[in-house]
């Protein structure tokens, strides 16, 4: 077993082939996916209901590579306290929001690379992130 942060084969290798400006996006179990992400890699990580958490997966992506700006869907009424969450585990940076639709369109840009699927329960819980320098 890697003694790395990420043991996943396939997320390493995308990851590995992007650079400095390249999108990632972490979706929640709600996300189309498949229609809304444009030519990115597709990994569906989604096992159950909740298993894993879009934050499990951007803990363990935070501890391989840099992230210079993150991006959320952010829904009419109150933030989603995960919002906080993705805050703290990016050392404090800012969220940048988008409605649904510009989310959707953010996501479908040539430069998002890689694209995750996970199993997360919560909604809103969508979280575009770029990669920043080494
Ligand atoms: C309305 C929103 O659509 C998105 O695609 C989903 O990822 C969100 O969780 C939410 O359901």
Do not use: W
């Not at 809304?36 to 209901?49: E, I, N, R």
């Not at 935070?62 to 993705?86: D, L, R, Y």
């Amino acid at each position: 077993m890697l003694k790395t942060a990420c043991i996943h084969p396939e997320i390493m290798r995308l990851v590995s082939l992007c650079g400095h400006g390249d999108k990632i996006l972490i979706a929640d179990g709600n996300y189309p996916l498949d229609s809304k992400s444009g030519s990115a890699a597709k990994v569906y990580l989604g096992l159950t209901s909740g298993i894993p958490e879009v934050t499990q997966v951007l803990e363990v992506l935070s501890e391989v590579v840099n992230f210079e700006k993150a991006e959320v869907m952010v829904p009419t009424g109150e933030q989603p306290p995960i919002f906080a969450e993705f805050q703290n585990i990016l050392g404090g940076m800012d969220l940048g929001g988008l409605e649904r639709q510009e989310f959707y369109d953010a996501c479908c840009k040539p430069n998002v690379r890689l694209a995750i699927f996970t199993g997360e329960k919560r909604t809103f819980a969508n979280i575009l992130l770029t990669i920043g320098v080494a």
